[in-house]
């Protein structure tokens, strides 16, 4: 048996684009990437804190340092610039990866400053 559980998290970062032309996904800065362990590709829940959205997309790399937080594609039509996300990411684990992994959860300030890394809820 398996378990979808919280491999990483990224709380409460601001939307600094927007980009409806793009193919999609979710573009990330890359130190916060590294900072929560996402990986290029890796599917994503974003939870709008502004507007109550919910939806899945995919991670794509940001260029490290410039704290941007980008929906793309038809991910732009969920959120506005300056709207503040949760960006979730899952893995399945068996009963002893889940007894022993701690997932990395990042909080965020209103700029996209790290505050905080945790490795545990």
Do not use: W
Not at 10 to 38: C, F, P, Q, W
Not at 42 to 59: A, D, P
Not at 79 to 96: H, L, P, Q, T, V
């Amino acid at each position: 048996m398996t378990f979808e559980m919280l491999y990483g998290k990224i709380h409460r970062a601001t939307v600094t684009d927007a980009n409806l032309n793009y193919v999609g996904s979710i573009t990330v800065d890359k130190n916060l990437m590294e900072a929560s362990k996402l990986i290029v590709g890796q599917k994503v829940e974003i939870v709008n804190i502004n507007n109550g959205e919910r939806f899945s997309t995919y991670v794509i790399e940001g260029e490290r340092g410039k704290k941007d937080i980008c929906l793309n594609g038809a991910a732009a039509r969920k959120a506005e610039i300056g709207d503040r996300i949760i960006i979730i990411a899952y893995a399945s684990m068996n009963e002893a990866e889940r007894n022993e992994f701690k997932p990395h959860v990042v909080l965020v300030d209103e700029n996209n400053n790290i505050d905080e890394i945790r490795d545990f809820i």
